[in-house]
């Protein structure tokens, strides 16, 4: 009788959480439509700006709890949030970090245990981009995964850095160097943390177990005072968040590829390009500003104090707002935008590539590892190609106004910096947005028409530079400031 009782319920319960989950999905529906946004951008604000909320509820009812309740609390409300986000393909991240522990305890601290680790997490995430990929900026598993892969990596090398020799270590593998054996409750709890698992920042184990520990405050034995920086960085976050939803029905990538784009004079080409460019970065800086604000919140961002004892939040910024909106050159954008992705490949390949013996080798194998790993398209391979030689154009014109007395001169005219300010700013951001162009369109016949449109001015002008300028620095800097240099 229970039984068929049951059996009566079930019937009836099934197509109501059926229809209630067609509602929740068609409200969610109108609502991204009446904001000009697909469900999916939607979906992802929603989960972001929950991390307030979550990062209230462990401030006061677990903060300084049992470690293992801080962890259920991390992997459940994470993988509530990928549920949320992705449904049933949650299990992709969930696969990896059950993996990655058993790689930990089976391999334990060895190369072998690396290897796998990089190539297992590297395969799985090229994988899914390659089932997954479509012509255009798709919010799905592979968002988040792409965070949890550099996780995982680090993970794995940090517990190999474990067993070695203090003594053989830097002082910043010292610092991140894992001691312990970390069971998967707490693999999970750090993988799947709330505050930074669907668009980062990227933050070690260690620091991850600090904040578990409740070392994490500015205050001993009590809740961190972090409330006002939190919200200094939510309210920044939202300014930009107001800026971008007004202005993008009016700038978007795909006006690009109209003939109306082309129509018009080279000038305005170039100029759409730039404010493009620049604006399209919004979308980043408002994610990491609000996420960084969870962070904060729980205590996550602390990172120390000042000489004058002022506490410091900003161990997990990955934004440098004023330096990003102000200085004209394009190492100061790299310092300043997606700061602890850059330290991640900084800490964990990019010195790990030492033994080369070429600092540009090993620059050029961290900007094509960041080309993979953000996807398969071409235009991913071009934006971090342009980076590099950006890059070593930019060093080499600095290198010969500093030889050059009559640069250096020129350069120091108090009068004449505003205007050399914005001629700077203006090549600056023209050519990030140039440089953007192939990492937003993706696939080579789109970015194509694009540089053909403009008739590639940013490879033609930064590769007639890359060959130009030895011949200038040659001829502008005298032989005895050579020679002095040399001694």
Known sequence: MASAVEGDVGKVVEPIWGLRSGFEELSLNKLATSLGASEQALRLIISIFLGYPLALFYRHYLFYKDSYLIHLFHAFTGLSIAYFNFGYQFYHSLLC???????????????????????????????????TATGNYDIKWTMPHCVLTLKLIGLAVDYFDGGKNQNSLSSEQQKYAI????????VAGFSYFYGAFLVGPQFSMN???KLVQGQLTDIPGKMPNSTIPALKRLSLGLVYLVGYTLLSPHITEDYLLTEDYENHPFWFRCMYMLVWGKFVLYKYVTCWLVTEGVCILTGLGFNGFEENGKAKWDACANMKVWLFETNPRFTGTIASFNINTNAWVARYFFKRLKFLGNKELSQGLSLLFLALWHGLHSGYLVCFQMEFLIVIVEKKA???????PALSNLASITILQPFFYLVQQTIHWLFLGYSMTAFCLFTWDKWFKVYKSIYFLGHVFFLSLLFILPYIHKSMVPRKEKLKKME
């Open 398 to 404: 600095a290198n010969l106004i500093r030889d050059s």
């Open 97 to 131: 970090v059950i993996l990655q522990f058993l790689i930990l305890r089976l391999m334990g601290r060895t190369r072998t245990a690396v290897l796998t680790t990089f190539c297992l997490q590297m395969a799985y995430l090229l994988a899914g981009y390659y089932y």
């Open 179 to 186: 001691r312990g054996v970390p069971s998967l409750l707490e």
């Open 207 to 209: 620091h991850y177990m």
